[in-house]
């Protein structure tokens, strides 16, 4: 062990997650000691922060003690002993889980999500559920019914939503990755936002089985993590087909961790023109085209393509979003889920109950119906999804000619706290660069490539066609090991 790393173990909650995989194979150190140093450190700041709804203390050293027997024995899978964050959306069996909602307040599932089991499987430790918008709702955490999480960078402005608990904890050093779930930006934008790397696969790559279901064609969870390595060690793990899921595909899961080669010479790389427009911060268009032009030095082939129909994912989005929640957010009427709230008869139990849902989820619940009635329904969800198709088929044309396609993951830095919340049109083109790539089922990261001026993290989005997880992911880490600002994003404040 150097000096450097002697001295970083000393901090333990420092190491990132490929280094405290080292560290632990090596001996160095115990998952118990890990745990409990993580678990100190929350209890020291997340008070500051918020970014745990529900803390799994004693869970998470069991199963850290666990994990330290099962290593005694020689098992040396890759997340054995990984202290890790759940976003609050996905179920744990014996942990409660509100997807930010009052109406699951107390809801303990009776099984795992299909991710969780597969981290519980490799042996990781679950230190907690972290804070999301209500039902994944939003792009900053002000829309969960329990708490806002602050910024780690800036505790008066917002991490960024709706997996901002996650996204704060991995970037606060209170976890060593984390699971969140990605809708319409929802792991991208709080990773930009916070300085780390987010990652949303394809649709189908990972297993929804478990996650509290928002907008069934668009959900997937997606994975958190201070560095590419460590965002991919966690996604390499959750990955593949799951028969409970019938939107699961069931094809191979390629070793990701090997495709890190940080080799992108030949890789044709698309700059869509569409996306550098009004409205954009010019410190993150700046920092941007500065990626870019390393991209361009790492032997990338830069390319100017057009994605025609960008302007309509916004609407497209909003359309879909909202239908798909209406329909499945009608489960909750105090019968079967969560608390209820008894009235004078059956309807009036189930309008005070679903009285427990939040003003940002009541609008979504409204614009939904509304786009799904009879005589609107063509109208609005019909021309939307036709529109998607378009939209789709922007990206399929544009992966003729370019393999990855690279933009800014937010139009902004992170906004301070009530300064949009009272906006819902503002707050909805957060997602102005993220959405097209649920809406096309494609796959998208959100790696750091700087600061503003206020020294906010700003974040760079690479794209890929369905199921090319690997050639974004490699590029991503090409361009972190290049531009090397993964030792300034480690430097936050707290
Ligand atoms: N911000 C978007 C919304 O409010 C995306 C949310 C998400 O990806 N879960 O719908």
Same mark, same amino acid.
């Given at each position: 062990?150097?000096?450097?790393?002697?001295?970083?173990? $000393?901090?333990?909650?420092?190491?990132?997650?490929?280094?405290?995989?080292?560290?632990?194979?090596?001996?160095?150190?115990?998952?118990?000691?890990?745990?409990?140093?993580?678990?100190?450190?929350?209890?020291?700041?997340?008070?500051?922060?918020?970014?745990?709804?529900?803390?799994?203390?004693?869970?998470?050293?069991?199963?850290?003690?666990?994990?330290?027997?099962?290593?005694?024995?020689?098992?040396?899978?890759?997340?054995?002993?990984?202290?890790?964050? =759940?976003?609050?959306?996905?179920?744990?069996?014996?942990?409660?889980?509100?997807?930010?909602?009052?109406?699951?307040?107390?809801?303990?599932?009776?099984?795992?999500?299909?991710?969780?089991?597969?981290?519980?499987?490799?042996?990781?430790?679950?230190?907690?559920?972290?804070?999301?918008?209500?039902?994944?709702?939003?792009?900053?955490?002000?829309?969960?019914?329990?708490?806002? /999480?602050?910024?780690? @960078?800036?505790?008066?402005? =917002?991490? !960024? !939503?709706?997996?901002?608990?996650?996204?704060?904890?991995?970037?606060?050093?209170?976890?060593?990755?984390?699971?969140?779930?990605?809708?319409?930006?929802?792991?991208?934008?709080?990773?930009?936002?916070?300085?780390? =790397?987010?990652?949303?696969? /394809?649709?189908?790559?990972?297993?929804? @089985?478990?996650?509290?279901?928002?907008?069934?064609?668009?959900?997937?969870?997606?994975?958190?993590?201070?560095?590419?390595?460590?965002?991919?060690?966690?996604?390499?793990?959750?990955?593949?087909?799951?028969?409970?899921?019938?939107?699961?595909?069931?094809?191979?899961?390629?070793?990701?961790?090997?495709?890190?080669?940080?080799?992108?010479?030949?890789?044709?790389?698309?700059?869509?023109?569409?996306?550098?427009?009004?409205?954009?911060?010019?410190?993150?268009?700046?920092?941007?085209?500065?990626?870019?032009?390393?991209?361009?030095?790492?032997?990338?082939?830069?390319?100017?393509?057009?994605?025609?129909?960008?302007?309509?994912?916004?609407?497209?989005?909003?359309?879909?979003?909202?239908?798909?929640?209406?329909?499945?957010?009608?489960?909750?009427?105090?019968?079967?889920?969560?608390?209820?709230?008894?009235?004078?008869? $059956?309807?009036?139990?189930?309008?005070?109950?679903?009285?427990?849902?939040?003003?940002? =989820?009541?609008?979504?619940?409204?614009?939904?119906?509304?786009?799904?009635?009879?005589?609107?329904?063509?109208?609005?969800?019909?021309?939307?999804?036709?529109?998607?198709?378009?939209?789709?088929?922007?990206?399929?044309?544009?992966?003729?000619?370019?393999?990855?396609?690279?933009?800014?993951?937010?139009?902004? /830095?992170?906004?301070?706290?009530?300064?949009?919340?009272?906006?819902?049109?503002?707050?909805?083109?957060?997602?102005?660069?993220?959405?097209?790539?649920?809406?096309?089922?494609?796959?998208?990261?959100?790696?750091?490539?700087?600061?503003?001026?206020?020294?906010?993290?700003?974040?760079?989005?690479?794209?890929?066609?369905?199921?090319?997880?690997?050639?974004?992911?490699?590029?991503?880490?090409?361009?972190?090991?290049?531009?090397? @600002?993964?030792?300034?994003?480690?430097?936050?404040?707290?």
């Amino acid at each position: 062990m150097n000096e450097e790393t002697t001295h970083k173990i $000393m901090d333990l909650t420092n190491l990132t997650l490929t280094e405290l995989q080292t560290a632990l194979q090596n001996g160095e150190t115990t998952s118990t000691a890990v745990t409990e140093a993580m678990l100190e450190r929350i209890v020291a700041i997340d008070n500051d922060i918020q970014s745990y709804l529900t803390l799994t203390d004693e869970l998470a050293l069991a199963q850290a003690q666990e994990a330290d027997e099962r290593r005694a024995r020689g098992d040396d899978s890759p997340l054995l002993g990984i202290p890790l964050a =759940v976003k609050d959306m996905i179920c744990t069996e014996g942990v409660q889980t509100t997807a930010g909602s009052k109406i699951l307040e107390g809801f303990v599932p009776p099984y795992d999500a299909f991710v969780v089991r597969k981290l519980r499987e490799a042996g990781a430790v679950i230190l907690g559920k972290t804070n999301t918008d209500e039902f994944a709702m939003g792009s900053s955490t002000e829309n969960s019914a329990y708490v806002t /999480t602050r910024n780690p @960078w800036d505790l008066s402005r =917002v991490p !960024g !939503g709706s997996s901002g608990g996650s996204a704060a904890a991995v970037a606060a050093n209170l976890a060593y990755g984390a699971l969140g779930t990605d809708t319409g930006g929802s792991v991208r934008q709080p990773a930009a936002f916070c300085g780390i =790397v987010g990652l949303r696969p /394809t649709y189908g790559r990972v297993s929804r @089985w478990g996650v509290v279901a928002f907008a069934s064609t668009l959900d997937q969870v997606g994975t958190f993590g201070r560095t590419v390595a460590d965002c991919t060690a966690v996604f390499q793990t959750i990955a593949g087909h799951d028969p409970h899921d019938s939107t699961s595909l069931d094809v191979p899961v390629p070793d990701y961790e090997a495709a890190l080669t940080g080799d992108i010479r030949g890789l044709r790389v698309g700059v869509p023109k569409e996306y550098f427009v009004e409205g954009i911060d010019a410190e993150v268009e700046t920092a941007v085209r500065t990626a870019i032009d390393k991209l361009a030095e790492l032997g990338a082939e830069i390319v100017e393509i057009s994605l025609p129909h960008t302007e309509y994912a916004l609407p497209v989005y909003y359309l879909i979003a909202p239908a798909e929640a209406s329909s499945n957010l009608a489960r909750y009427d105090g019968v079967r889920f969560g608390p209820r709230v008894a009235g004078v008869d $059956m309807i009036d139990t189930v309008k005070k109950t679903r009285a427990l849902f939040g003003p940002e =989820v009541k609008r979504r619940i409204m614009l939904g119906t509304y786009a799904l009635s009879a005589g609107y329904y063509d109208e609005y969800y019909g021309r939307a999804l036709k529109a998607r198709t378009l939209i789709k088929q922007d990206f399929l044309n544009t992966f003729d000619q370019v393999d990855v396609i690279v933009t800014p993951t937010t139009p902004t /830095t992170a906004f301070k706290i009530g300064e949009i919340a009272d906006d819902p049109l503002q707050m909805y083109l957060q997602d102005i660069f993220t959405l097209s790539v649920n809406l096309s089922a494609s796959c998208g990261i959100s790696v750091p490539c700087g600061f503003d001026s206020q020294g906010l993290p700003i974040g760079l989005q690479l794209i890929g066609n369905s199921l090319q997880e690997a050639t974004i992911l490699n590029a991503a880490y090409a361009y972190e090991q290049a531009a090397n @600002w993964t030792g300034a994003m480690a430097e936050q404040p707290l």
